[in-house]
């Protein structure tokens, strides 16, 4: 529930990695060879080792984390010091580290961050490692008495695989506000993003760092969302009658849910294999969505009925439209909302005959393709659920461009049997043999509040 900006009107970005990789070594004074990562680009160590200090051995957090004033110069003056990741900007720890006279850092991930790791222009030499093999260096620091390392840049490095991986920093589903609408949307490459960068401030954003340089390296949901921003505006200009949700169909309906050695995109948090709540429908793939043959639309009318449904009032829902409102009698149901993706909420005590409960969605494609076409479905059902789709075939011509069907979703709640995150997952995918609608589906188990 890490996802932020969930509003159905939102595209909502998760970010991924790219082929691109900025690898650094820690050697250790007993050979062991550790990879990380740096963008460092100062004066090298030039495998010259220094004396090896861990400040968090002593048990003090603030030490640990190298946060302002915790380092005791007498200590780290001439030593590589290690330094836990978290509580203070990465890049800010090594400015600690130099100004206590340390030559360099080793920043080492704890478990939250796992293996994810981001470049950045450190102002010392300084090589950022993952959980395990900072563990390894610490367990090094307490087991010698002369504990000693140097770090090595290795430059660039491209053709990394496996890519896109889910960046460990990216935010996660299920969407705390409406669950019935999965977020994130999908991912974008968000992971050591080289752009253009302002004068005004040296690479790593501190005050006393006086470097100048037109590019930097940067890594976020806030490099990734740019991605589809852009992706947005290119599709716009090819497309200039697409609405806002059609542009964000044609993006979650075409986006890629493998990687480039062809299997299932994975987290880099955890190494297992992404679901929906991580990449939403996938990483984009813009060359696929400028002709993604159908769309779901989602007009402003729809969107009044969905906060009308969630029980926002006429005069709350003015705020933002502007413009008076009312709401239907028959109130439409949130999951209703004609989105690219579906999230079926079963209730965990489902009463009745074996436990079996079943919903039925409604959805509504619009054909943007060539005008004559029919459209087929094929299932990949979630594990345990039946999922049924009406009608059989989609029929477009020139006069009928826009066509209905229903999802019904059928499950024994007794024998879900959901992952980790608490759900199961599926999609239904649409092709005239040319195109390709893939939707996913997910289902979850939650009583109403």
């Excluded at 509580?87 to 704890?110: C, E, P």
Aim: hydrophobic letters at 40%; aromatic letters at 6%; charged letters at 15%.
């Amino acid at each position: 529930m890490s996802a932020t900006n969930l509003a159905p009107w939102i595209v909502t970005v998760g970010a991924g990695t790219i082929d691109r990789n900025f690898p650094a070594e820690v050697v250790l004074g007993n050979g062991k060879r550790l990879s990380g990562v740096s963008l460092y680009a100062g004066l090298p160590l030039s495998g010259k080792m220094y004396p090896l200090v861990y400040p968090g051995k002593s048990g003090v957090l603030s030490a640990s984390l190298c946060m302002e004033n915790s380092l005791d110069p007498n200590m780290v003056k001439g030593k590589i010091v290690v330094c836990d990741r978290g509580s203070s900007a990465r890049v800010a720890k090594g400015l600690v580290v130099k100004k206590a006279g340390g030559v360099g850092m080793i920043l080492a991930n704890g478990v939250s961050n796992g293996e994810g790791l981001v470049g950045d222009a450190h102002l010392i030499p300084t090589c950022a490692l993952g959980s395990d093999e900072g563990d390894t260096v610490k367990a090094y620091v307490s087991s010698t008495s002369n504990p000693a390392a140097t770090i090595a840049f290795k430059g660039t490095v491209i053709g990394i695989k496996p890519a896109p991986v889910v960046a460990s920093f990216s935010g996660r589903g299920p969407n705390g506000l409406t669950p019935e609408i999965l977020k994130p949307d999908l991912i974008a490459p968000g992971v050591n993003i080289l752009a253009a960068w302002t004068d005004n401030v040296g690479p790593t954003g501190l005050d006393s760092d006086t470097r100048k340089t037109e590019f930097n390296i940067l890594s976020g949901t806030s490099m990734a969302c740019p991605h589809v921003s852009g992706a947005a505006a290119l599709l716009k200009s090819a497309h200039p009658d697409w609405s806002p949700a059609a542009i964000r169909s044609a993006m979650m309906t075409t986006a890629n849910t493998f990687n480039n050695l062809n299997q299932p995109m994975t987290d880099e948090a955890t190494g297992n294999v992404s679901s929906p709540y991580d990449l939403g429908a996938g990483h984009l793939n813009l060359d696929r969505a400028m002709d993604p043959g159908l769309v779901y639309d989602i007009t402003n009318d729809d969107y009044v009925n969905f906060l009308c449904g969630i029980g926002y009032g006429p005069r709350v829902i003015q705020v933002i439209t502007r413009s008076p409102v009312s709401c239907l009698v028959k109130k439409t149901l949130p999951e209703n909302l004609n989105y690219p993706s579906i999230t079926a909420l079963l209730p965990s005590s489902a009463k009745g005959a074996k436990g079996a409960t079943s919903k039925t969605f409604i959805r509504a494609v619009t054909n943007v393709g060539q005008p004559n076409a029919v459209y087929r479905f094929t299932i990949q059902a979630p594990k345990g659920v039946t999922v049924t789709v009406k009608p059989p075939k989609l029929v477009f011509t020139e006069a009928l461009k826009k066509q209905s069907f229903t999802v019904t979703i059928t499950a024994n709640t007794r024998n879900l049997m959901p992952d980790d995150s608490g759900a199961v997952f599926g999609s239904i995918s649409w092709s005239d043999g040319k195109h390709v609608v893939r939707t996913p589906i997910l289902v979850t188990q939650m009583d109403p509040l």
